[in-house]
């Protein structure tokens, strides 16, 4: 059973789209997160969650809303995609400070 | 081999070898620090880790070392092999339980067979 899951693996849209990306963990985590990586692999957090509460947003453009229905689910929804949101995705989720990531969601925006 | 974390460079070794990844870390106030293997098409995955009041911790092949006069974290990768072929990155906490770990920039390790 994967651990952290993310929906889909690749996503490619034409830019003004909307799209979602969907998380889900079955660790029993409490706090989970989306993390962007860029072209040149620096990661940057982007959005915490803790128990379905958003506790950090780390200067996102209000383009990207988080959603999280429970705490095992931590979806990213994406108006108006512009060039500058290439990228890969991941999700992550933690207890204390062990953390587990997803594989990513490779995003093309064309 | 060595390298140095600051960009994203590329660290070639020989098979067998052993190879040094370093990673300079920003905030004082951090006391928890996590080395992460990522491979192509994967998400990061946990290698080692090692709290501020510790300057060495060893795992199965791999040391990570801890100095924090300098805020320099290294991880040293004994007999590498080609399997150990990815980008490495150090990631630091600080403090707080609901603080997310802030990643440096990663190296990527090629291993020569």
């Known amino acids: 059973d994967t651990a952290v899951s993310q929906t889909p693996k690749y996503l490619v849209t034409q830019m003004g789209n909307d799209k979602s990306i969907k998380c889900e963990q079955n660790?029993?985590?409490?706090?989970m997160y989306w993390y962007k990586q860029d072209s040149k692999k620096f990661l940057k957090i982007m959005f915490s969650y803790n128990n379905k509460e958003l506790i950090i947003n780390e200067t996102v453009p209000n383009r990207f809303s988080p959603k999280s229905p429970d705490k095992a689910h931590l979806n990213l929804h994406i108006n108006s995609l512009e060039l500058g949101d290439s990228a890969v995705y991941f999700c992550?989720?933690?207890?204390?400070?062990?953390?587990?990531f997803g594989s990513g969601t490779r995003l093309t925006v064309v | 081999g060595e390298s140095v974390g600051l960009h994203l460079p590329t660290l070639s070794v020989q098979e067998g070898d052993n190879s040094i990844i370093n990673c300079a870390y920003s905030n004082s106030a951090s006391d928890y620090f996590i080395w992460y293997k990522q491979e192509s098409g994967k998400g990061p995955q946990f290698i080692i880790d090692?709290?501020?009041?510790?300057d060495k911790r060893q795992g199965q092949r791999v040391t990570v070392l801890l100095n924090k006069t300098v805020k320099h974290l290294s991880l040293q990768i004994a007999a590498t092999q080609p399997g150990d072929s990815a980008v490495y990155f150090c990631a630091e906490n600080r403090g707080s339980g609901n603080t997310p770990l802030v990643f440096g920039k990663g190296t990527r390790l090629s291993v020569i067979a």
């Open positions: 992550a989720s933690s207890q204390a400070r062990g953390y587990t």
């Open positions: 660790l029993g985590h409490d706090t």
């Open positions: 090692i709290r501020s009041n510790m």
